[in-house]
């Protein structure tokens, strides 16, 4: 991709979304660590049930650590891996106490140094939490980069350095939560949404996805609500008439 079809690339994505964040849950930059942590292998959607009521009672380190390992599973456990994730939150949360006066350190090395921690880890954190024009390659990432001929790379750190080397300055702030997004939503694994793609021009993926037929799509939508089985309702009968008088308490 041509360096004015970069520049254009990400000015469209800024315009749809001037200011985009994570969709991990956070309160402090320590339950964003924590997050991050939690969402390898795991969505964020998972990953913000299990901690929506954990970060209510454990929002610093010394408190995970008086949580305790088993009782950190008994909030995580709906999250994949969530054994070995554990003793990770509970490792690092002690290491940070230890060796970083409870802080949340500002540094790659630093941060890579902390159980659970790569470096995609690290780069999130650096970007949400301290600024830093870090880009994160996850699985969206990754296939945007390759599928739009972006950053096309063999390996997620191949992909990064790419996509540091050929995205403009003024862009680099957001281009992890842009391009994270727009992989998430629209330039999905299975079916891209190609007729909705803002930036579909400079793509090099063949053949475009087309917009759906709204007769077939009507179709669809129909077959399937056939298909569904109709909810009963838990009624209480009315032991003379035998008339349901509403559902039970």
Known sequence: MKPAAVHEFYRRLRELNPEPTTELKS??????????????????????????PLFKIVDTPEKMIALGEAGLKN????????????????????????????????????????????????????????????????????????????????????VEEKLEKVTPPEFKRHAHHWLILHGRYICKARSPDCWRCVVAEFCTFKPKTPAPDPAEAKAKNNKKLKSTPAKKENLTIFPRSGLPVGPKK
């Open 27 to 52: 309160v402090n930059v320590y339950t964003l660590l924590v997050a991050v942590v939690l969402s390898a292998q795991a969505t964020d959607v998972s990953v913000n049930k299990a901690t929506a």
């Open 75 to 158: 909030y995580i456990k709906t999250i994949g891996l969530f054994n070995a994730k554990a003793k990770n939150v509970i490792t690092l949360s002690k290491i940070l106490v230890e060796q970083h006066g409870s802080q949340v350190p500002r540094t790659r090395e630093a941060l890579e140094k902390l159980p659970g921690v790569g470096r995609k880890t690290a780069n999130v954190v650096l970007n949400v939490a301290f600024g830093e024009h870090t880009i994160a390659v996850d699985t969206h990432i990754f296939r945007v980069g390759n599928r739009t001929g972006l950053a096309p790379g063999k390996t997620p750190l191949h």
